[in-house]
């Protein structure tokens, strides 16, 4: 079980926190990452990190402004969101997958939580 937590409303330059809590999976089997989908748009990774938590992978769109981390000792994952936009306005959710790679595409993910709501105002 996933369950987002961290998620609000902010305006436009602004940083939230998220964060996600594993239950009943062990995390370092499990690469992870972070999602997003907007209203009338497909879900898009927005970053993701390895079972292990070395390695990461971050869409272009959130480079320089995104991080993500991992706690597997806590079983949780972390998005740290800085220099908010208005088109960073969303539900985010997180995911996980048993396996090694680092992954930004939905498919490969086979555990979902229910989403947070970010909203970035102008």
């Known amino acids: 079980q996933l369950v987002e937590s961290g998620g609000g409303s902010v305006q436009a330059g602004g940083s939230l926190r998220l964060s996600c809590a594993a239950s009943?999976?062990?995390?370092?089997?499990?690469?992870m990452g972070w999602f997003r989908q907007a209203p009338g748009n497909e879900r898009e990774g927005v970053a993701a990190?390895?079972?292990?938590?070395?390695?990461?992978s971050a869409a272009d769109s959130v480079k320089g402004r995104f991080t993500i981390s991992k706690d597997n000792a806590k079983n949780l994952l972390f998005l740290q969101m800085d220099g908010l936009k208005p088109e960073d306005t969303a539900m985010y959710y997180c995911a996980a997958f048993k396996g090694w790679s680092v992954s930004l595409l939905p498919r490969n993910y086979d555990y979902w939580g229910q989403g947070t709501q970010v909203t970035v105002s102008s």
């Open positions: 009943e999976i062990t995390g370092t089997d499990y690469s």
């Open positions: 990190i390895d079972r292990m938590g070395r390695r990461t």
